[in-house]
């Protein structure tokens, strides 16, 4: 359904206070819908004169952006007509707008600031590595590499999940057979993983086992 925007105002003027609309001739109006599909806030309807005449018609004046007239200037026919321009000036002037439009200009700035910082922040969270995967490689034998693994996040924003343990033979492991094991490394919070890959390096070091670079 049409929006009605005649209740709202521009720069603190009642839109209704405002006579800035196009008017449209009919004789001259060869109804080519252009005015019609053109405008984005839904002034014009077209309507079948006889069965068969489109003609434009003005439905909602009041919806007309103040000062734009892009209808008339695309109108084939020059059908479209619109008031002087002393009207706008007029209702500038007498309504001291421009206390209003410093305002206005000044909250768009904050928003488009607000915009960019939003994009920046978005930006740098989908830049940053907030998962990793890694393997590890070597002999699992005695070592409580899980405990140590657990003591390495306990009370941090990080978690190990998805862990296998790849054995050869399970003869083999009380051999020491080299297993390797593989994990992936996640943030709770969104947060870089990488400082905490260089920690568990060196867990991994400590225990005599490999980090496999994939
Ligand atoms: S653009 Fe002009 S000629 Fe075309 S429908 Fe609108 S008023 Fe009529
Ligand atoms: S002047 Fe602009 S806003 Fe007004 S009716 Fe024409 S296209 Fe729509």
Redesign the pocket.
Known sequence: MAKDLSKTQWHGIPRENIPW??TVNADACIGCEL?YV????E??EIELQDNKRRKARVERPY???VG?????VVCPTEA?R?PSRDIVWKAEREYKIFKIVHAEAQAKRDKAGAMAERQKAEEQLSSTPTRASVRIAGVFGEKQFLIKLQHLIKDRPFDIVNLQLHVPTLQGLSENTPAYMDFEVTSTSQEDVTPFLSELRAVVADNDLVWVER
């Not at 053109?38 to 806030?41: A, D, N, Q």
């Not at 734009?68 to 008339?72: L, P, V």
């Open positions: 609309y196009p005015c053109t405008c984005g806030r002034v014009y919806n007309c952006m734009c007239s892009t209808c008339a479209i619109f």
